[in-house]
């Protein structure tokens, strides 16, 4: 499982010309599930994906969570982070979770951070998205199950 995480001023999902998911400051979150994933592994990502401290306290330190700054999450489905270009030009994509299973753990996700977070929007699985932001600072960090889950 993968999260590509972009801290945000702002962000917002659209789909055939409407807006179906929109948040202020927060988290973009580009989630790729693979064929090996699972809830535990599920469990294991967003635990440290909501104690990320990378918002910055009074004193100027990325030292805040998203919890303490009342940040949002939009949540995206993103087959694409598991895209191996190692042959070739085109890339090859089955690592990809079949979508199926992919679907159901992006619910899962989904209905988990809710649990933890006031404000918690969504793309549409398998839809053509257009996703705008506004990135803060610009910060972007990749979480990858492999990394997290197996140290």
């Known amino acids: 499982m993968k999260f590509l995480i972009q801290r945000v001023n702002e962000a917002s999902v659209t789909v055939e010309g409407k807006i179906i998911g929109q948040i ?3 988290f973009l979150v580009l989630v790729g599930v693979s064929a090996d994933d699972n809830k535990t592994i599920a469990d294991k990502m967003l635990k440290k994906m909501i104690g ?8 100027g330190k990325t030292n805040l969570d998203l919890k303490t700054v009342g940040g949002q999450l939009l949540i995206i489905s993103q087959f694409t982070l598991y895209a191996d270009c190692r042959k070739g030009n085109r890339p090859s994509f089955t690592g990809a979770g079949s979508p ?3 679907n159901e753990l992006y619910q899962y996700i989904i209905s988990e951070c809710r649990k933890e977070i006031d404000v918690v929007e969504e793309g549409s699985f398998g839809a053509d998205m257009k ?15 492999a990394e997290i889950c197996h140290n």
């Open 100 to 102: 199926q299973m992919a």
């Open 52 to 59: 990320l401290r990378i918002f910055e306290d009074e004193n």
């Open 131 to 145: 996703v705008s932001l506004l990135n803060d600072g610009p910060f972007t960090v990749l979480l990858d199950s």
């Open 24 to 26: 202020d400051r927060g």
